[in-house]
């Protein structure tokens, strides 16, 4: 299960430089709706509807710190350490899992909580939650890493990720993943487009997590090495597109970007995840 997908010990000093002056600024920028004057860029003064536009437009301060942060987090993260075994790997490959399943979780029921709330007429407490839901997978991984890591040291056993069986919860998360999928063409492409509610597509994140947490039919130790690699993969891919995204795209398309980046992690794993099972098998045939 060891990774060759780590980047060199020293990456981790580099992480810590970028990260912590990001997440600050990513803290100013989100509850303080603080901005960096000389990223100011744009007429925002002379637009008409700026009182209704968010801290970050015409700004770059957003941009900025997300970068500084995720390059940061990344390197902390996806650094060799001193002693690289099977075991660290295991315990990244669960810290990985584990801070994927949890941040979709949190991220899945506020936005529930939120609708609820604005259906209801409800004062809920509000912030940029698709900012957010950028940066709290690494974090969470990152932490969740070093307790494993912790509890290793101190002689305490390393824990297998719990995965569901294959069936019925993993063959139910193919099919209805398939199904939302499916619906999602016939929304969008013609001639087959069909107006369907928004709304539906709220079980897509549980269906895609399902799906995720499952075996797969043969599940044994090798099947474990490529889901490591796969979501290892599947995060650098991800990012890589986000942050090109976060530069790149502004407006409603850069809206649909943040809504998708709530299942693009879990999409991307699935697709490389099962292509390198396909092409093992065929390897190895």
Request: aromatic share 20%; charged share 15%.
């Amino acid at each position: 299960m060891k990774s060759d997908l780590l980047f060199p010990r020293y990456f981790k000093i580099i992480g810590w430089v970028l990260a912590l002056p990001g997440l600050v600024l990513e803290y100013l920028f989100i509850f303080q709706r603080y901005t960096i004057p000389f990223l100011s860029y744009g007429e925002r003064a002379s637009d008409p509807y700026a009182r209704y536009l968010y801290a970050g437009q015409y700004n770059l301060t957003d941009e900025l710190a997300v970068t500084l942060s995720v390059i940061g987090l990344i390197f902390i993260g996806f650094s060799k350490l001193k002693q690289e075994d099977w075991v660290i790997s295991k315990i990244r490959l669960t810290a990985l899992f584990w801070a994927v399943l949890v941040n979709c979780i949190w991220v899945y029921f506020y936005l529930l909580a939120l609708s609820f709330a604005d259906f209801a007429h409800i004062n809920f407490f509000s912030f940029d939650v698709f900012t957010c839901n950028v940066i709290t997978p690494l974090l969470i991984f990152i932490l969740r890493f070093m307790y494993l890591r912790y509890r290793y040291q101190k002689g305490k056993r390393t824990r297998d990720i719990h995965l569901f069986l294959y069936k019925p919860y993993g063959l139910f998360g193919v099919v209805g993943s398939i199904g939302y999928f499916i619906l999602g063409i016939v929304s969008i492409i013609e001639p087959f487009r069909i107006s369907i509610p928004q709304e539906v597509f709220i079980g897509l994140p549980p269906i895609l997590l399902l799906w995720l947490w499952s075996r797969a039919k043969n599940e044994n130790k090798h099947v474990a090495g490529v889901r490591f690699k796969a979501m290892q993969t599947a995060i650098y891919i991800n990012y890589c597109l986000f942050l090109i995204a976060e530069w790149t795209m502004y407006g409603p398309v850069y809206s649909n970007v943040q809504f998708g980046s709530l299942v693009s992690v879990q999409i991307i794993f699935i697709i490389i995840f099962y292509y390198q099972l396909y092409w093992n098998q065929r390897t190895y045939r």
